[in-house]
């Protein structure tokens, strides 16, 4: 593990309860969805075909025990949502308080090679992406397994040839999402350098507002600022590009999987390897497993955003003071009014001469 992914990892541990909890409340969530369509099979499959004269009790009886269950499913997907995207701006806070902190660490060097508005995109934009990353991440990805594991052990115990040609879907659709998340990743990370690039321009021009006026220059603010616009506007096509590819084909890979199991499951109906109660149970099924692939998606764009959002947070943390305490400094404890300067020097770049 190398000492970003610790870094990244470690705004975790001031909030790891409310962590626990919130994938806890996941995995209940995804249990919770699971059961209804178990619940709908034994309804259809075991109470209407046993004509049975307790029937109707059975029918309501396991009515109370679904809405019971999607009580309890709303409860904590509220607990999930709300605490969640707390968990993540109290992580974003602390990690903007830190940044701050070290932009006034930063000697004057740093900042005369460095645009006022990169560095505010950076301490704002960049850090509301990555506390998505860090609320969503952790939840999706565990309802996505679980949803996932969970629907596999519930059609493949119904019909396995069914069941495996469904699932092969999945390594296809892997793939593809992988391909243009490689090329969302770089259209995002070069948008987020433009709209650095605006914020620069911006407080640029409203910093000198009256050295502008004074001399009539509004058409060149303007002309300037058109310019880093449109380049914004240039990166935002790429990235909706890769986008529209990516959620088109994934939207299509999900409606193929439906009707998929629509043809497959009434030809298994025809030849008498399924019942009717058991295809029913499979699209029910089938949207829910829709969901986890959503959900992946969903954490894919997330990542790419926040990832990047990352990398640029730990570009600036990474700087170093120019002027640090040797290793070997020695404390100063009492003054007596006499000081001298020995062996020291002072220099505005490594390369250059000394000035004094």
Known sequence: MNSRTTKFLSYYKPYLGWLLADIACAFIVSAMTLLLPLGTRYITQ?????????????????????????????????????????????????????????YHSLSFSFYDEQKTGQLMTRLTNDLFWLSELYHHGPEDLS??????????????????????????????????????????????????????????????????????????????????????????????????????????????????????????????????????????????????????????VNFARLYQEGITGFSRFMEMLEVQPTIQDAPDAITLTQVQGKIEFRNVSFGYKTDYNDVL
């Not at 019909?159 to 092969?168: E, G, K, M, P, Y």
């Open 46 to 102: 075991t109470v209407l075909a046993s004509n049975s004269p307790n029937a109707l009790n059975q029918i309501y009886l396991m009515g109370m025990v679904m809405l019971s269950l999607v009580l309890v499913h709303t409860i904590c997907n509220t607990f999930v949502d709300y605490q969640g995207h707390m968990m993540g701006a109290h992580m974003e806070s602390d990690m903007r308080n830190e940044l701050f902190a070290h």
């Open 143 to 296: 309802i996505a397994f679980l949803k996932g594991i969970g629907v596999f052990v519930i059609l493949i115990n119904i019909n396995i040839s069914l069941t495996v040609i469904i699932f092969l879907f999945l390594p296809i659709m892997a793939l593809y999402a992988f391909y243009f998340n490689i090329k969302l990743n770089r259209a995002l990370k070069t948008s987020k350098d433009r709209i650095g690039d605006i914020n620069a321009q911006v407080e640029e021009s409203l910093a000198g507002i009256r050295v502008v006026k004074s001399f009539t220059n509004d058409a060149i603010e303007q002309q300037k600022f058109a310019h880093e616009n449109q380049r914004f506007v240039d990166s935002r096509r790429d990235g909706y590009r890769s986008e529209a590819y990516f959620y088109g084909g994934m939207t299509a890979f999900t409606e193929l999987m439906t009707i998929g199991i629509i043809i497959l499951g009434s030809v298994a109906i025809v030849q008498g390897a399924l019942d009717l109660p058991d295809l029913l149970t499979y699209l029910l099924c089938v949207g829910i497993l829709i969901d986890p692939i959503q959900r992946l």
